[in-house]
């Protein structure tokens, strides 16, 4: 049974940064694509970033490229979502999810409906 627990969530300030962690258990963290999404109040769900868990690719959405980095440290079993230069347009519950394959955002077009594991949401507020 994958379980996923999403951290690291807070306010800050326009400008400010913040790093979320997803850490998985139930699973080797190698065999995985992991993404990052996000929920606005009023908006659908849409996707922030996604990495292979095998060989370290990512996928970022064009509107966080540049200020967001995504990366994994399989020891740990954890993923990490760095955000700088955060925005208020950023702010949303962000949640973590897995699949597989590992290249599944890699190779494949893909939506947040390919993924069947996901954690319980982390509240990201950005506001001066």
């Known amino acids: 049974q994958v379980h996923l627990v999403d951290s690291g969530g807070g306010s800050v300030q326009p400008g400010g940064s913040l790093r979320l962690s997803c850490t998985a258990s139930?699973?080797?963290?190698?065999?995985?694509?992991i993404g990052w999404f996000r929920q606005a109040p009023g908006k659908e769900r849409e996707v922030v970033s996604c990495?292979?868990?095998?060989?370290?690719?990512?996928f970022y959405a064009d509107s966080v490229k540049g200020r967001f980095t995504i990366s994994k440290d399989n020891a740990e079993n954890t993923v990490y979502l760095q955000m700088n230069s955060l925005k208020p347009e950023d702010t949303a519950v962000y949640y973590c999810?897995?699949?597989?394959?590992?290249?599944?955002?890699?190779?494949?077009?893909?939506?947040?409906?390919?993924?069947?594991?996901w954690g319980q949401g982390t509240q990201v507020t950005v506001s001066s």
């Open positions: 999810a897995a699949d597989r394959p590992s290249r599944l955002c890699i190779d494949y077009d893909f939506s947040d409906a390919d993924f069947g594991s």
């Open positions: 139930g699973i080797s963290l190698n065999l995985d694509a």
């Open positions: 990495i292979s868990t095998s060989d370290g690719s990512t």
